[in-house]
């Protein structure tokens, strides 16, 4: 049973940093991708960025530029440093990872969630 553990959630002022970890556990040896999906209060579940095995990465149009997606496969944990934040980065950010090729950041095409790791920036 695959399990992901999000940490490095906080409240920070507009402009500061944060990184976000995921630590994976019980996977099987699949090729699998990852990514960082959020929520905001009130809105719908949103791609954030994604890494596939090879590196390769997708990024939000409201992150680019801001926002890093990496992964330490030797400790099977996947970060997201966030840069420059906004308050309207507020929300509860979760990590995700699935099986189905290409990646996409859907939520239907992924097979296991994190519970959350809560981010607010303030004005």
């Known amino acids: 049973q695959v399990q992901l553990v999000e940490s490095g959630g906080g409240s920070v002022q507009a402009g500061g940093s944060l990184r976000l970890s995921c630590v994976a556990s019980?996977?099987?040896?699949?090729?699998?991708?990852m990514a960082w999906f959020r929520q905001a209060p009130g809105k719908e579940r949103e791609g954030v960025a994604l890494?596939?095995?090879?590196?390769?990465?997708w990024y939000a149009d409201s992150v680019q530029g801001r926002f890093t997606i990496s992964q330490d496969s030797g400790k099977n944990t996947m970060y997201l440093q966030m840069n420059s934040l906004k308050p309207e980065d507020t929300a509860m950010y979760y990590c995700a990872a699935g099986f189905t090729f290409p990646p996409r950041p859907v939520i239907a095409d992924y097979n296991y969630w994190g519970q959350g790791t809560r981010v607010t920036v303030s004005s």
């Open positions: 019980g996977y099987s040896g699949r090729r699998t991708f």
């Open positions: 890494i596939e095995p090879n590196g390769s990465t």
